[in-house]
């Protein structure tokens, strides 16, 4: 059954605490994404990889830190600097990069910071 | 700055008529439009995506239609359903990212009354 796991599915975290997100693909997608996702913002990137041990900004990385050690592996943690964390979080794979490698996305968690 | 501005943010149709969905965008390097569909709690799913070259691709009960000149596109849902009720992005693929960049839309919530 292939496809793109996130856990958890829901999280709760207490003001001031790092917390990591994980997302795995059996895909074997070289290329892997991480979104914020807001009401009324769409979906805004954090960070993205292209290939094992490198990554790159995205239009809001400020507050976020991923690895890419692993192929199938992009974890996201949200450090205490991040200013308002709670938001439902996706991570998407895709192929490759061209226009035409879809890019297949996860069933997200949802981070609530209490 | 949003790449791709999408309307409405929300919308009503009742069954059987016909849903309309807008995009717009500036950055003429973009030069491929997929369309993504997110039910409550899950992540997005591809939909339906066209070139520039095309001004109109058809699946379906969905359709796009592609004005390059206006640099804009929408997405029209034929004989609306219950079943289509969710939340559509609009994205656009810039071809001038070496590492397969997505823009995505804010996002409009479809709601179909039966």
């Known amino acids: 059954d292939g496809g793109i796991t996130q856990s958890p599915k829901y999280l709760f975290r207490k003001e001031g605490q790092n917390v990591t997100l994980s997302c795995e693909q059996n895909l074997n997608h070289d290329a892997m994404y991480w979104y914020r996702q807001d009401p009324g913002q769409g979906l805004r990137l954090i960070y993205y990889s292209q290939i094992v041990n490198d990554f790159q900004k995205g239009d809001i990385a400020e507050g976020y830190s991923v690895s890419r050690e692993k192929k199938e592996s992009f974890p996201l943690t949200v450090t205490s600097a991040q200013k308002n964390p709670t938001a439902f979080y996706l991570c998407?794979?895709?192929?490759?990069?061209?226009?035409?490698?879809?890019?297949?996305f996860g069933p997200g968690t949802r981070l609530t910071v209490l | 700055q949003q790449q791709v501005k999408q309307s409405p943010q929300s919308l009503i149709v009742q069954k059987g008529g016909i849903s309309i969905i807008n995009c717009a965008y500036e950055n003429t390097a973009f030069d491929y439009f997929p369309w993504y569909q997110q039910f409550p709690g899950k992540g997005p799913a591809l939909l339906i995506a066209i070139r520039p070259d095309v001004s109109e691709k058809k699946e379906g009960r969905f359709t796009i239609s592609f004005n390059k000149s206006a640099k804009q596109f929408s997405l029209h849902i034929m004989d609306s359903q219950p079943g289509d009720s969710a939340t559509y992005f609009c994205?656009?693929?810039?071809?001038?990212?070496?590492?397969?960049?997505?823009?995505f839309g804010r996002g409009t919530q479809l709601t179909v009354w039966p």
């Open positions: 994205a656009a693929f810039d071809r001038g990212s070496t590492l397969g960049r997505l823009y």
């Open positions: 998407a794979s895709s192929p490759g990069v061209s226009s035409t490698d879809t890019q297949y």
